[in-house]
């Protein structure tokens, strides 16, 4: 074997040898819809996103009855939340009154509850395993 094909076998077995990151699916129920009109706003966050706008996926969800659900394919197992809302109206926004608290209603992973704010990452992480996870979610 040539020194050019011995280190072409060993590239190749080194990659067959490395770990292949593992896609996961998460299905996401959302019960409890109050009114069936609008659109669910749901933002799947890891831990690094939570506390900002970027979440790492997201979905936009016609709301026609008192469920919907959606399903992520393709994530990397490990610890995510889920922040929504109900955007009944369907102005893109979520209308709060004048001293900002929330008109439309709202919910998070876990049915974790916020104080002045979104629940904690603690209170709403939850784990997407590697042979896939549902989770269910009932709105406030």
Same mark, same amino acid.
């Given at each position: 074997m040539t020194r050019? /094909? @011995?280190?072409?076998?060993l590239i190749a077995a080194s990659l067959a040898a490395a770990p292949v /990151?593992? /896609? @996961?699916d998460l299905t996401v129920n959302v019960e409890g819809i109050?009114?069936?009109?609008?659109?669910?706003?749901?933002?799947?966050?890891?831990?690094?996103?939570?506390? +900002?706008d970027g979440a790492v996926n997201g979905a936009n969800l016609k709301v026609d009855g008192n469920s919907v659900t959606v399903t992520f394919e393709g994530l990397e197992p490990g610890e995510y939340a889920v922040r929504?809302?109900?955007?009944?109206?369907?102005?893109?926004e979520m209308n709060t009154n %004048?001293? +900002?608290? %929330?008109?439309? %209603?709202?919910?998070? @992973?876990?049915?974790?509850?916020?104080r002045f704010g979104p629940a904690k990452w603690d209170d709403a992480k939850f784990t997407v395993a590697a042979d896939g996870t549902t989770h269910t979610i009932t709105m406030n």
């Open positions: 050019t /094909a @011995s280190f072409a076998a /990151a593992l /896609a @996961s109050a009114k069936a009109q609008g659109s669910i706003m749901l933002g799947l966050f890891d831990e690094a996103s939570y506390e +900002g929504l809302y109900h955007d009944v109206n369907d102005d893109g %004048p001293f +900002g608290m %929330p008109t439309e %209603p709202f919910a998070f @992973s876990n049915d974790a509850k916020g």
